[in-house]
């Protein structure tokens, strides 16, 4: 065995170390594996025949419903842009009616005018 850094105390590490060379081929050979601790999902393979070329049908509409709310703004703010795509104007005493997300940030951010 070689010279180790670890105490003569360390019982934890002693034992790691002996495991690791008694188990080392094991080890080795496994090396490329892959281990999970969840079994793998079954694939299933429907009969439908299902080729790049088919159309896609949708059965349904989604309806996306956002909240709004009416603000009015303490300052001029000029193509603020909150969140991913919302961008505006806001003049002064001027009301707007905008999503909920809009006058949340807003509002935290001290700009809506009460």
Not at 47 to 55: K, P, R, V
């Amino acid at each position: 065995m070689a010279a180790s850094r670890r105490s003569p105390r360390d019982a934890t590490g002693r034992r790691a170390d002996e495991l690791a060379e008694a188990h080392a081929e094991t080890l080795a050979e496994r090396a490329g594996e892959i281990s999970t601790i969840n079994p793998l999902p079954e694939v299933v393979v429907s009969d439908a025949d299902i080729s790049a070329d088919d159309e896609i049908e949708l059965t349904s509409e989604v309806e996306v419903k956002v909240a709004y709310k009416k603000m009015r703004v303490n300052t001029d703010l000029d193509d603020v842009t909150i969140g991913r795509d919302y961008q505006k104007t806001f003049k002064r005493g001027v009301e707007y009616k905008v999503p909920a997300f809009v006058y949340d940030h807003l509002e935290e951010k001290g700009y809506v005018y009460h």
